[in-house]
C-alpha cells in the first residue's frame, strides 16, 4: 500500500461511519495511521476491539471512555492507550473530536 505523507485537513471531507459519529484518515504507512474522529453529544462507539494499538488524544468534548474493566471520563487535553485487542467504547457526554493513532495502520479505514 503506498504511503499517504500528507493530507490537507480542509481538502478531505469526513466520512459518516453511524448516525453522529465520523471520521477522517490523515497521513499513513503501514506502520501508522492517524485518524480525526468526530462525535455529536450521545453518539456511543460500541465496546470493541482490533489488533491494532492505539491512542486516543482528546482534541475537543467530554467523553466517557471504557477501556477493558475501566472507565474514565476524558476531555481536552487527555489521551488513553489501548493495547492490542483490549475491549474499548466510548459515549460522547459533550460534542468533540478525537485524535485516533494506529499502529500498523486500520486497512479497513482506507
Do not use: W
Amino acid at each position: 500500500m503506498p504511503v499517504q505523507n500528507l493530507f490537507f485537513g480542509g481538502a478531505t471531507k469526513p466520512e459518516t461511519v453511524a448516525p453522529g459519529l465520523s471520521r477522517k484518515v490523515g497521513a499513513h504507512s503501514d506502520n501508522v495511521m492517524v485518524v480525526e474522529v468526530h462525535f455529536e453529544a450521545g453518539t456511543t462507539a460500541p465496546l470493541h476491539h482490533h489488533v491494532h494499538e492505539q491512542i486516543t488524544y482528546v482534541m475537543s468534548g467530554k467523553f466517557e471512555f471504557t477501556v477493558g474493566d475501566k472507565t474514565y471520563i476524558v476531555g481536552a487535553g487527555d489521551s488513553l492507550y489501548k493495547q492490542p485487542n483490549i475491549e474499548h467504547g466510548a459515549t460522547c457526554l459533550e460534542a468533540g473530536t478525537l485524535l485516533d493513532v494506529f499502529t500498523p495502520q486500520r486497512e479497513d479505514f482506507l
